[in-house]
């Protein structure tokens, strides 16, 4: 297994985590089966936004004497009224519901405690008008919550809850074709047949600019709907491609700021499939060429991090410099400068980017603009004027 900072929360996170999808399978047995592989893959991360109360009791059991050999993203505002899971504002059932999913669990803290699902503006104003961020930071500093996280599928009220409410966590629907959708408060216009049929030119800026605003604020992403419930994996989904789980996850785990996903699984078989992830090869990872051939979707000019363009002969990390390049140029976006990165080459650098930067052991200025590497890009990604760029901003 293989593991990430989840962001700036000092927890070490295993980059395969586990959903709840499949856990009150088998009359609710399949709890016990699932953590125990779990154990066995070297998985330390789940996530429980189910409100069964017969769940969240067989998830309690199956962490009895393990509870410090898992992390727990648990969300809070998930409750369950007349016999079904519901999604609250309202603070009294949001503290009410928070009490009994601890009482469940049989523990006194969450790693990350989730605020549920939301994908408008005006639900996020809700959130902060009805007291539910201010009980989630009480919570925190009570330390039942370690840290604050939120879901959500819309990247502008993901951005605005992460700059303006001190979320450090944000669970986020991560996968090469969600990634082409505009910012919407309807989530199922994320997988609407019709949203496909179109011309799709590259990944919406909203969702580029999000990613790179977690990054640089040490906001750890945790990825559900890696695979689009299925979608990208089957004969008749949505981009018309089959991907392979590898080709889902490790585009996923390429994104800036990305620490885990958490698929789906309904069985033992399953979990074991996601977690062969971490022993494939390169070939096996490697989703370049299967969104090259999206049908009606053009990735020209834009750099997937795919790394098709080395080996570099003077051997420089090139997805590496230009991801530090989009996250330098990204604090000029939000500062509202974007002029800078253009022209002087002042962005304001966080100086965790710049470190990173540093840290390579060979950067942009040792272009010898060959050439090779616009050759093998399958995107057309003008990549010698990408290193010009880095020179500018990083200064070699």
């Known amino acids: 297994m293989e593991y990430r900072q989840l962001g700036n929360t000092g927890l070490k996170v295993s980059v395969i985590g586990m959903g709840c999808e499949g856990l009150s399978e088998d009359n609710y047995n399949m709890a016990q089966k699932m953590f125990d592989a779990a154990e066995r893959l070297g998985i330390n991360y789940f996530d429980l936004y189910a409100s069964d109360p017969r769940l969240r009791q067989a998830v309690g059991r199956a962490l009895r004497g393990r509870r410090d050999r898992f992390m727990i993203q648990s969300h809070i505002c998930s409750v369950w009224k007349n016999g079904q899971y519901t999604r609250t504002r309202n603070l009294a059932e949001t503290k009410a519901g928070f009490e009994e999913m601890m009482t469940l669990l049989d523990t006194d803290y969450l790693d990350v405690g989730m605020i549920h699902y939301c994908d408008a503006m005006g639900d996020w104003e809700s959130i902060v008008d009805n007291g539910i961020l201010d009980y989630a930071r009480e919570l925190k500093k009570q330390g039942r919550i370690r840290h604050i996280g939120l879901s959500s599928h819309n990247p502008l009220v993901a951005e605005r809850a992460v700059t303006e409410g001190g979320i450090e966590v944000l669970m986020f629907s991560v996968n090469p074709c969600y990634d082409l959708q505009p910012a919407t408060e309807d989530c199922e216009e994320m997988w609407a047949d019709r949203n496909y049929q179109k011309q799709l030119t590259n990944m919406d800026p909203d969702r580029q600019r999000l990613y790179e605003v977690c990054q640089r604020m040490g906001v750890g992403i945790t990825v559900m709907k890696v695979y689009a419930g299925g979608e990208l994996l089957g004969s008749n989904q949505i981009a018309g491609v089959s991907l392979t789980p590898n080709q889902c996850i490790s585009y996923a785990l ?53 790394t098709h363009c080395e080996p570099c002969p003077k051997f420089i990390d090139i997805a590496s410099v230009t991801k530090f390049l989009h996250l330098a140029q990204a604090r000029s976006r939000v500062t509202g400068h974007p002029e800078q990165c253009a022209d002087d080459g002042d962005c304001q650098i966080p100086e965790t980017v710049r470190e990173h930067y540093a840290a390579l052991e060979h950067h942009a200025g040792e272009c010898i603009k060959c050439g090779a590497c616009e050759g093998r890009c399958p995107f057309g990604v003008a990549v010698r004027e990408n290193m010009e760029q880095a020179v500018k901003v990083f200064g070699y």
């Open 254 to 306: 390429s994104r800036p700021a990305v620490s885990a996903v958490l698929p789906g699984a309904h069985s033992v078989e399953e979990l074991e499939q996601s977690a062969a992830y971490c022993e494939a090869g390169p070939e096996e990872k490697d989703y370049a060429a299967a969104l090259a051939s999206f049908p009606r979707v053009s990735w020209v000019g834009h750099c997937m991090y795919c």
